[in-house]
């Protein structure tokens, strides 16, 4: 997983590498208390920081945490 983000934020400035950060590990706590609308808020916002450089990675992430909007989008 550490890998993922780090892949993630590796060309993000520090305050949206951090904003990356928190709502990766967001996703995942929302996914583990079983809190969709919490995970749906977290796919919302990603969705503004996809690019060419993280598209695989956030698609990884959408395929495990089961966020049907990001991979769609990605």
């Not at 892949?7 to 904003?19: D, E, G, I, K, N």
């Not at 583990?32 to 060419?52: G, K, S």
Request: aromatic content about 12%; hydrophobic content about 50%.
């Amino acid at each position: 997983r550490r890998f993922v983000i780090s892949r993630v934020t590796s060309v993000r400035a520090p305050a949206v590498a951090y904003l990356l950060l928190l709502l990766l590990d967001l996703i995942e706590s929302a996914d583990m208390f079983v809190l969709p609308q919490l995970r749906e808020a977290c796919e919302y916002f990603l969705l503004q920081y996809v690019d060419h450089d993280n598209v695989v990675q956030l698609f990884q992430v959408a395929s495990r945490y089961n966020c049907a909007g990001l991979r769609r989008f990605a």
